[in-house]
């Protein structure tokens, strides 16, 4: 079995981003809008505030409290739009239960949200054109590639469809010509298609949900799953017992989590890069 290693791909991912920016006098700026005192929300919004300054973006946070009306967090975000010196911006999901997260995606410009998340952005890529991609399907088609994990032909299994990780991440696979079932809580055969899947992608939040006995030898798994236990992170995948039959996983932490991270960076870059044309 050989490890995904998303951390050492993000690092060398974030090298090649930070020799690019540094030839440009001006610097690519992000607006990362955090709302509210979820810890994983303030640990994942740091970490990429940390990704920010280690290449030469300039970072801008802005800390809402939780009780922040949604008119107000829309005042900023239209603000935002209009700052010529942010050129990505990035809200902080979930959002406080009063706030309306549509209403939220869709208020930030499209040419600046490098979530990927506005629907002219996801339209774009159901439709194979250029755009955001969402940043954690960004970045695990990035991790499979580099690993030349070949797409082409396979039999996929994206195991949950939320709009973030699994509905996106099925439409990138199948535009890169694999053999895509999406499977959620209402499947009804998921150990058949588990069983013969080539790639399995786990995004359900549910600890150690998937074993050695529900897949087949030599299947390639990448977990996406990222739940705390204790102040300890926990895939969807149950390593230990699937490490003998996989050929390759992405570990939790160190696999998926990084890449993700990469691509918002990557996506901030391209935003700057096409200021422009605001
Ligand atoms: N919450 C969970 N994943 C993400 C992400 O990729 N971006 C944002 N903004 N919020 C998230």
């Known amino acids: 079995m050989k490890i995904l290693n998303g951390k050492e791909l993000a690092r060398k991912m974030r090298k090649e981003l930070k020799?690019?920016?540094?030839?440009?006098?001006?610097?690519?700026?992000?607006?990362v809008v955090l709302v509210g005192e979820d810890p994983s929300s303030k640990l994942y919004v740091n970490m990429k505030e940390r990704d920010c300054k280690k290449i030469g973006i300039t970072s801008k946070k802005i800390k809402l409290e939780e009780n922040t009306t949604q008119e107000r967090l829309l005042d900023i975000i239209r603000q935002l739009n209009e700052d010529d010196t942010i050129?990505?911006?990035l809200v902080q999901l979930p959002?406080?239960?009063?706030?309306?997260?549509s209403v939220v995606i869709d208020t930030i410009s499209s040419k600046k949200d490098v979530d990927g998340f506005h629907p002219m952005n996801l339209g774009k890529m159901l439709q194979g054109?250029?755009?955001f991609l969402p940043a954690t399907p960004a970045g695990i088609i990035d991790l499979l590639k580099e690993n030349n994990i070949m797409i082409e032909g396979k039999?996929?299994?994206?195991?949950?469809r939320s709009n973030i990780v699994g509905k996106p991440v099925a439409s990138l696979l199948t535009a890169e010509n694999g053999t895509v079932t999406v499977c959620h809580s209402r499947t009804k055969n998921i150990?058949?298609?588990?069983?013969?899947s080539d790639i399995i992608i786990m995004a359900i939040g549910r600890p150690n949900f998937l074993k050695g006995n529900m897949i087949k030898e030599n299947v390639v798994i990448v977990d996406v799953g990222t739940t705390y236990i204790d102040d300890k992170l926990y895939g969807d995948v149950d390593f230990e017992s699937v490490k003998e039959k996989a050929s390759w996983i992405s570990p939790v932490p160190g696999g998926v989590g990084p890449?993700?991270?990469?691509?918002?960076?990557?996506?901030?870059?391209?935003?700057?890069?096409?200021?422009e044309n605001r």
């Open 19 to 31: 020799e690019k920016i540094s030839k440009s006098p001006e610097k690519p700026g992000l607006a």
């Open 87 to 89: 050129h990505g911006i």
């Open 95 to 101: 959002l406080p239960s009063h706030i309306d997260e």
């Open 129 to 131: 054109r250029d755009c």
């Open 155 to 160: 039999e996929v299994a994206v195991v949950g």
């Open 191 to 196: 150990e058949t298609i588990l069983k013969r």
């Open 259 to 275: 890449m993700t991270r990469a691509a918002l960076l990557k996506n901030t870059y391209k935003a700057f890069l096409k200021r």
